[in-house]
């Protein structure tokens, strides 16, 4: 198939003035052409010999990615015709197969508690130092992927696999360093369907994940394996993949980095975050592509809400309630992590759960301990169930996280051998089907419509990681609160909640916005909200809420509003 630019085509970028496009004085290798600005700290990752690895990824798979992301199109165009995702009859036995994964390395067999967060340098110090068995940097949803952003979290992420990462923060004249006990290091690039628009290779934009994944291996590999690795690593965690055939890609491209690098086959490990709908009907699958490099697969609950709606936006019967509604006590939620539970212990491997997204409410303490309260009941909740981990969002939650799986595990590393729940063997197609329960009120919609806004416009500024109404928000649950919105504005839905027999109409929505950017204006402040970049979120925002056909991804669509092309930087001599 030839290579489409359906999703790595050309886009309306800025320019800076000044010059040609292209050639920034980066040492390049034939066929590639950097675009970003540059700089000497960046000048250090796109080495000529680490953008030939990249360039080498991009060639070798940019065909079977581009298939991949044409075969999405194909299972979409089936659901919007009524169809439903189920387990597919094909691969039938690999779900009944007696087979395992590749042995968890001892290194990370205690998972209990994972923090997560944007390759920030000040996070990663932080995060590596919050007491976390693990840390997933995050190149994909918690970070807005501009150039700077992303070289400089390449430089960060080598520095901490270094040990000589450090941190000043002149305003609280305090230096921050990694402490001699650090958590273990995991790195989540993007997803397939995204593009990195600075770096074109053979005159087409470079696939994003095989930018981030390039990167971070060829400079990381050897001292990761050498440090923290304990003779494996690097570990990743892998975002959005809808079916197997994403994941044997992911496996194709470990097993050529092994090869490139020369080490054994199986050191690189991942574990496969299951967000959307059509993969969990294929958890086995994934798992099977992935058994030399597999470490488990991670309940990406807010995702797999968005992947809900996205599935089924045809589909007027199988409408969302308010999203604060949508939790892990909906049926579909809870078969979804049963079953990652009984898939995951069958094959060897952990079953990580969801994400806490609450943050320290400084302010009130009454309510900071309702709070505290709802994460601790969720971490019961999933500890029981059969986890053998979990997410953190802020590092103040981790130590009564931790009590949480201490006190359920014992001294236990993992579950995996002791909680092989065989009960979840009858979880059915329905059963990770059902529609959800609940009411829709007009204080849902202002709540989507608020948080949706506030996002976009901290992600086009450069922030991808958001404290909003106290829960961290990042680009999965701005995705619910866009996509929900167009489900309801698209079936006219009746906000049945409200009592008042109240339908969503454009008008009423219009009416929202309007209600709620002049309530963001007060919240933020006359002064940030003119500086800020609320204005063009709205339109955006509005746009994509109210578009005929639904966009697959805000950030997709929004991209193109923060790639920045730069002109001939020093030249080489």
């Not at 998972?111 to 007491?131: D, F």
């Not at 430089?155 to 305003?171: M, R, W």
């Not at 990681?465 to 680009?475: F, G, I, R």
Request: aromatic share 10%; proline share 4%; net charge neutral.
């Amino acid at each position: 198939m030839s290579f489409s630019l359906g999703y790595y085509g050309d886009t309306a970028m800025k320019k800076i003035p000044g010059g040609a496009v292209g050639g920034t004085g980066y040492d390049v290798p034939e066929g590639v052409d950097v675009r970003g600005r540059y700089d000497e700290e960046f000048a250090k990752i796109l080495t000529k010999d680490a953008l030939m690895f990249v360039a080498d990824l991009h060639g070798e798979f940019r065909r079977h990615v581009n298939y991949a992301m044409e075969c999405r199109k194909e299972a979409k165009m089936r659901y919007n015709s009524g169809g439903l995702p189920g387990f597919d009859p094909a691969t039938r036995n690999v779900r009944e197969g007696e087979w395992v994964c590749a042995e968890v390395p001892p290194v990370v067999a205690d998972r209990r508690v994972e923090i997560t967060g944007p390759v920030e340098r000040k996070m990663v110090i932080n995060a590596l130092n919050s007491g976390a068995k693990v840390f997933m940097a995050d190149f994909e949803d918690s970070l807005s992927p501009t150039w700077e952003n992303l070289m400089k979290g390449q430089v960060n992420l080598k520095d901490a696999v270094n040990g000589t990462i450090s941190f000043e923060d002149k305003a609280r004249n305090r230096v921050y360093k990694l402490n001699d006990q650090t958590a273990k290091l995991f790195v989540r690039p993007r997803g397939w369907h995204l593009p990195e628009s600075h770096i074109f290779i053979h005159g087409e934009p470079a696939i994003g994940c095989l930018v981030d994944f390039g990167l971070y291996f060829y400079h990381n590999h050897a001292a990761f394996r050498k440090g923290q690795g304990q003779g494996f690593g690097p570990f990743f965690y892998l975002p959005k993949m809808e079916n197997s055939r994403e994941a044997r890609i992911w496996n194709n491209v470990f097993e050529r980095a092994e090869r490139m690098a020369g080490i054994e086959k199986g050191s690189i490990r991942a574990t496969v975050l299951i967000e959307t709908l059509p993969a969990v009907f294929q958890m086995d699958e994934i798992l099977y592509e992935l058994r030399d490099h597999s470490v488990g697969l991670n309940c990406g609950r807010w995702d797999y809400i968005f992947s809900y709606v996205k599935t089924f936006q045809a589909h007027p019967d199988r409408l969302l309630p308010d999203r604060f509604v949508v939790g892990m006590g909906q049926h579909f939620m809870r078969s979804y992590s049963d079953l990652l539970i009984r898939t995951c212990h069958k094959r060897g491997v952990h079953a990580m759960g969801g994400m806490a997204a609450q943050i320290p409410i400084r302010d009130d303490p009454a309510a900071n301990e309702a709070a505290l309260e709802l994460v601790k009941k969720d971490k019961l909740r999933e500890v029981r169930a059969g986890h053998d981990g979990t997410w953190a969002a802020h590092p103040g939650l981790i130590p009564a996280i931790m009590e949480v799986f201490n006190n359920n595990m014992g001294n236990s590393q993992n579950l995996i051998k002791t909680m092989k729940r065989e009960d979840a063997a009858t979880i059915t197609e329905e059963d990770l089907l059902q529609i959800p329960r609940g009411v829709r009120t007009i204080e849902g919609l202002r709540l989507n419509t608020r948080v949706g806004i506030q996002y976009l416009a901290a992600w086009l500024t450069g922030t991808g990681s958001v404290p909003l109404y106290n829960l961290m928000e990042d680009a999965a649950t701005a995705e619910i609160s866009r996509v929900q919105n167009w489900q309801w504005l698209k079936y006219g839905v009746e906000l049945d909640g409200d009592g008042l027999g109240v339908r969503v109409s454009t008008e009423l929505f219009g009416k929202v916005v309007e209600e709620e950017m002049g309530r963001i204006e007060r919240e933020v402040g006359r002064e940030k909200f003119k500086k800020g970049m609320y204005r063009e979120a709205c339109k955006i925002f509005s746009r994509q809420c109210t578009a005929p056909v639904l966009d697959d991804f805000l950030t997709l669509n929004a991209y193109n509003h923060i790639v920045v092309h730069h002109p001939r930087g020093p030249s080489k001599l």
